[in-house]
């Protein structure tokens, strides 16, 4: 008797030391690059060229190297405010459609070089890395394809051109962590004189694969965006609309930039082979360039905060632009839209309600993956539950009668996004009601409703691909109703 006993305790001590593995990896996940990006957020995507003097969108690709004259250019303070902001990086046009280089590119007459601005001896780009070394960002460039100045485009002798260009810029210039590739292509132009319409095929011309590889091998930690990814994929709208179901999966292997693929771009694939998350670009007035016609058309800070909702808040990036204007300096106007932004930001998520609070679920891995972990504000611990379990439940409690109207989720995206529906109640009176329903969460979701005072939450995973694996919930009160 007293031997069963002993082997009793043996296996029951073996037993309770074997390490309980993490769930295998789902589907496609990010890329260290991509996980990276996914932790940008937030950042400022910069218009800047010729246009901003000649008050155009397009530039035709004639304009003289002369019009380019910033009077107070000054990068250090377009970092301040990104940073001032919240925003993590800053992406410039290094060359617009107008073919214009922001920097002294060896490649082409075409530049700041045989401008005014600073006799010549100008380089915005290294201005710009040199703030946003400063200030702690990152930088990311934009390289258009499609170029109206160069006599070259559109034949196959354009390719070492554009991919000189981008070697210079990845070269030069310290670590960028986005490379930006627009789907505008072909058109009428300037073409050194030639002033034509020169028409491209956008799946053939510019051999993207091979791009790519340049671009891998001058800066690997960068992630490639364009309207089919590689690494990062338009949203779809320049409204700054992300979808509310949104995966981080594409079927991206007949895709390509300037393709018809707008409409699906918002939700991505469901059963997409390849991890490649959205990014919303938007700009904070109409045009992408500085008009002094727009200064009054600024977006309010209201409007900027239900541009976080509608892009952070459903698993997107946001590229926010504040194009300078003609000093060279992001306008007044602008600056002062985005600081009272950040004010109302700042109070939106002032207090996180739920951390540290008392959890319990339905199910649960083991030690390493309890419930708490998803409100101990570590985002590298998840609750994840038992293989075969895919709709687990988890209540938190938050103690006494609390009021609520905002809560974030995230899934722990480096096994995978897994959860295709969920949905939020609170305890009240008793009853547990309602409060959101969603579909995909991903790397983050942020929803809103109404102030309710509770004191349990309840997330419920209503489907999911495999179990899921939540890395964090955050709950608010922000202000107002
Ligand atoms: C578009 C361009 O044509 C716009 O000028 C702007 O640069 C926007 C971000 O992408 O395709």
């Known amino acids: 008797m007293k031997k069963f006993a002993l082997l009793f305790i043996v296996i029951l001590v073996v037993s309770s030391c074997k390490k309980v593995t993490p769930p295998e990896l789902y589907g496609p996940v990010p890329s260290e690059s991509q996980l990276a990006w996914h932790e940008m957020e937030f950042y400022m995507f910069v218009h800047f060229t010729v246009n901003t003097f000649t008050d155009k969108e397009w530039g ?28 993590k990086g800053i992406i410039i046009t290094a060359k617009h459609h107008d073919g214009f280089c922001l920097w002294p590119s060896k490649l082409t007459e075409h530049s700041v070089k045989n401008s005014p601005w600073k006799d010549g ?19 990311g460039v934009y390289l258009s394809p499609w170029d109206r100045n160069s006599s070259v485009y559109g034949t196959p002798e354009y390719l070492p051109y554009y991919r000189g260009q981008l070697t210079e810029l990845l070269t030069g210039y310290g670590d960028i962590f986005e490379v930006w590739f627009d789907g505008a292509n072909g058109g009428d132009g300037y073409y050194g004189g030639a002033k034509e319409t020169r028409k491209i095929d956008n799946k053939t011309y510019y051999d993207w694969l091979f791009t790519h590889v340049i671009v891998k091998e001058l800066q690997p930690n960068a992630v490639i965006f364009s309207d089919a990814g590689p690494d990062v994929r338009w949203v779809g709208n320049e409204k700054g609309m992300g979808s509310t179901t949104n995966w981080c999966l594409l079927n991206k292997d007949d895709m390509y930039p300037g393709g018809d693929f707008a409409g699906m771009l918002g939700e991505g694939n469901e059963d997409g082979k390849y991890w490649v998350p959205a990014e919303v670009d938007v700009s904070i007035r109409p ?19 239900e541009l976080y909702y509608s892009s952070i808040g459903r698993n997107s990036n946001l590229l926010l632009n504040v194009p300078p204007d003609n000093r060279g300096l992001l306008n007044e106007k602008d600056v002062e839209s ?20 008392k ?12 419930s708490s972990n998803t409100v101990d504000g570590n985002p590298d611990t998840y609750w994840t539950t038992k293989d ?39 305890l009240v009176d008793g009853e547990w009601t309602q409060l959101v329903e969603g579909t995909t969460i991903g790397n983050k979701v942020i929803r809103k409703f109404p102030v309710t005072e509770t004191s349990k939450i309840k997330v419920t995973i209503m489907k999911s691909k495999a179990c899921p694996v939540i890395s964090n919930i955050e709950l608010y009160r922000a202000p107002g109703e």
């Open 60 to 87: 035709y690709g004639d304009e003289k190297e002369a019009v380019f004259n910033p009077t107070e250019l000054d990068c250090n303070q377009w970092a301040k405010v990104a940073s001032d902001a919240g925003m």
């Open 359 to 370: 959890v319990a679920a339905s199910d649960s891995r083991g030690k390493d993956f309890k």
């Open 287 to 305: 045009g992408w360039f500085w008009h002094e016609s727009q200064d009054s058309l600024v977006r309010s800070p209201e409007n900027l905060l």
């Open 121 to 139: 001896q100008g380089d915005v780009i290294m201005e710009l890395r040199q703030a946003c070394d400063e200030y702690g960002l990152m930088m």
């Open 338 to 357: 985005l600081m009272a932004f950040k004010e109302l930001l700042d109070k939106e998520f002032e207090t996180d309600l739920a951390k540290g609070m």
């Open 388 to 426: 075969d379990v895919t709709t687990p439940e988890l209540i938190i409690d938050l103690g006494a009668g609390t009021e609520v109207n905002r809560i974030i989720l995230q899934e722990y995206i480096k096994l995978g996004q897994r959860v295709q529906g969920f949905k939020v109640e609170a």
